[in-house]
């Protein structure tokens, strides 16, 4: 499953990508977030590893975050692993003449288990919405941030 989702935040890149890059800032935009813990010895870059830990409506969900490509301010990737599904995230951020910043993230998911049984049931629209809701609530913390 593949998708794709946009948002313009009012905040230049460089803000933009200082507030998504420090770890300490997701309680603030991802909803659900319990914890994270840094893995091994590289703390940023490619191969930077970080555990997550949500909490999905009843449910407790732990996922790996793997960095594969770390250029900002254009690009960041990362592959997000749970218990069946595999999630790649390519995040694109084009710094508008505005003083705007449009953030593309290209969504790529795969399933096994019960998972893949599940991701027939589970509406592509239900994964892309929550994507999209990231999206809006990191827009909504940065232009709080900004006070705009």
């Not at 594969?68 to 790649?88: M, S």
């Not at 993230?105 to 049984?117: I, P, Q, T």
Request: with cysteine; glycine share 6%.
């Amino acid at each position: 499953m593949k998708y794709q989702n946009q948002i313009t935040i009012n905040a230049k890149r460089d803000t933009v990508i200082e507030l998504l890059d420090n770890p300490e800032n997701m309680k603030f935009w991802q909803r659900g977030l319990v914890s994270y813990e840094l893995l091994g010895e590289e703390q940023i870059g490619v191969g930077a590893q970080m555990k997550l830990n949500y909490k999905m409506g009843k449910r407790d969900v732990e996922m790996l975050e793997t960095i594969v490509t770390y250029d900002l301010p254009e690009r960041f990737d990362a592959i997000y692993e749970a218990k069946g599904v595999w999630n790649l995230v390519e995040n694109h951020f084009a710094e508008q003449n505005n003083g705007q910043t449009v953030w593309t993230a290209d969504c790529e998911f795969k399933f096994s288990g019960f998972m893949r049984v599940m991701s027939w049931v589970m509406p592509k629209s239900m994964f892309q919405k929550q994507s999209c809701q990231y999206l809006e609530d990191f827009k909504k913390f940065v232009e709080s941030q900004q006070g705009g």
